[in-house]
């Protein structure tokens, strides 16, 4: 990456990696999420009120819908990671992701937890993400051939739209924030009563509010500036384009505020909080390249870096 | 090479912005693409809470867990769930259903349960962080007994 223009050029082991951290993310969430997911088949038509792509739907779909989807995403989800057919398992196993994702947010109750993820696999189903690091390339193999084929590929405008759905995300909802809230969200008790009221609504649960939530609740004069750093964090997000230490400095800033979240709130965001959200922000086929101790293996694309 | 394919994109990203962008400029949230309102509107301090709790023999309440009420352990979905069920008069059954996990799985609070409640409680949210008395308002919206284990 140059000085001031992120992802100026990139090599397809860079795509490649952002492909098999999400691909993995993805597929881990829809594993451990299977109960609430596979769920979904025991509710009734009550309640149920199509969004997004689902908005035609009036009714719940059939129990083998569901069943089918979910082990056709998790099936087309370990070929994403593995890219194996990707021109084919890429928008694939995005589409199934967005499909159980909808589905699950059409019972009246938006969660915003999956957002990101689902726009992030979109992009990537429909890039040159298997080009490197996947079985594809293997079968590919080296040689003219292979270079014919990725030759008008793109690796880094892809990526910079992956970081610009980030930086727009982010903005959305400090907007949201100031347009909902106004002023009073940073100098009044907003931040105070949702901290509050997320321990409250969980102890009368039956769970186990964060023992944080008492002390910044009685610790009022430390809300305001927690209120206005999460605003400027989430307005600033459009420095993080500049790379280097502004990238670098805004994604710990904005990991920061997911992990206070959590510890005050118990709310956890966890596709930002691994960090797998800020994935395309930086060149992680430097990264494996160091642990392995070895340059970055190219294809001999005519895009991309030295290693 | 079409000019559109060497600038598909260029092209991309201001469709996928526009895209992100639209919701807000409508005003409507909605999947994937959204208005991002988590935690932006002023929330009071006095909420109604929806939840259900086990009732023993002597009448006292026992606290459920999360897994019990709605078979989640996700406060969001069991929270939501729960209302959307007493807002459409579903609270009946839903009682029901958490009687029957408090049967097939009975939780260690001492008292064996006899009864469920499914109730809506108005509380000073604050006020309960800072150990305070709370509890504003008690709205029983269902009870319903615990079956008997075979």
Same mark, same amino acid.
């Given at each position: ?6 992802? #100026? ?8 990696? !952002? ?6 993310? @993805? ?17 009734? @038509? ?26 056709? @995403?998790? #099936? ?7 890219? &194996?057919?990707?021109? !084919? ?47 594809? &390339?293997? =079968?590919?193999?080296?040689? =003219?051939?292979?270079?014919? #084929? ?17 930086? !727009? ?70 420095? &993080? ?20 979240? &959590? #510890? ?11 960090? !797998? ?31 | ?16 912005? +526009? ?37 023993? +023999? ?18 969001? %979905? ?7 069920? %007493? ?12 009687? *029957? ?9 001492? *008292? ?28 029983? +919206? ?9």
């Amino acid at each position: 990456m140059t000085g001031w223009r992120l992802h #100026a050029d990139a090599p397809p082991e860079r795509l490649a990696a !952002v492909r098999v951290l999400t691909g993995a993310f @993805a597929l881990g969430y829809l594993v451990a999420r299977s109960p609430q997911l596979l769920a979904l088949r025991d509710r009734g @038509a009550e309640g149920f009120d199509g969004v997004g792509p689902l908005a035609w739907l009036d009714n719940p779909v059939a129990d083998e819908v569901v069943t089918g989807v979910f082990a056709f @995403a998790v #099936a087309t989800g370990i070929t994403f990671v593995a890219g &194996a057919g990707f021109r !084919v398992t890429g928008p694939v196993f995005a589409l199934a992701v967005l499909a159980l994702t909808t589905y699950r947010a059409s019972w009246g109750q938006l969660l915003w937890f999956d957002n990101l993820m689902t726009l992030h696999l979109l992009i990537l189903g429909v890039a040159a993400s298997a080009d490197a690091w996947s079985l594809d &390339a293997r =079968r590919r193999g080296g040689g =003219r051939d292979r270079r014919r #084929a990725t030759l008008d590929h793109e690796y880094a405008a892809p990526l910079r739209l992956l970081c610009v759905v980030v930086v !727009v995300t982010y903005v959305i909802a400090g907007v949201a924030k100031l347009r909902y809230g106004g002023g009073e969200w940073i100098t009044g008790d907003a931040l105070a009563n949702h901290i509050a009221f997320s321990a409250t609504r969980l102890e009368v649960l039956g769970g186990s509010a964060s023992p944080l939530a008492h002390a910044a609740v009685t610790q009022a004069w430390a809300l305001p500036v927690m209120a206005a750093a999460s605003v400027v964090i989430e307005l600033a997000a459009p420095v &993080a384009m500049l790379g280097g230490r502004w990238r670098n400095a805004w994604v710990a800033s904005a990991w920061a505020m997911h992990a206070a979240i &959590a #510890a005050l709130m118990f709310v956890v965001f966890p596709y930002p909080l691994f960090l !797998v959200a800020f994935a395309p922000f930086f060149a992680l086929e430097r990264a494996v390249s160091r642990l392995r101790g070895t340059p970055v293996v190219r294809l001999g694309s005519r895009r991309g870096e030295r290693p | 090479m079409s000019w559109f394919h060497t600038h598909r994109w260029s092209i991309a990203t201001v469709l996928v912005v +526009a895209a992100l962008v639209a919701p807000v400029a409508l005003d409507r949230d909605s999947y994937p693409l959204s208005t991002y309102p988590m935690y932006a509107e002023a929330r009071p301090r006095e909420v109604s809470l929806p939840t259900a709790v086990g009732v023993d +023999a002597g009448g006292d309440t026992h606290r459920l867990s999360l897994e019990v009420i709605g078979g989640s352990d996700d406060p969001l %979905i069991v929270a939501g769930d729960l209302r959307e069920a %007493i807002a459409r008069g579903d609270d009946d059954d839903r009682c029901d259903e958490i009687a *029957q996990r408090v049967a097939d799985d009975p939780p260690d609070s001492g *008292q064996p349960l006899v009864a469920i409640e499914v109730a809506v409680e108005r509380r000073d949210v604050v006020a309960f962080v800072r150990d305070e008395d709370s509890l504003v308002d008690r709205t029983v +919206a269902a009870r319903c007994p615990v079956p008997e284990r075979p």
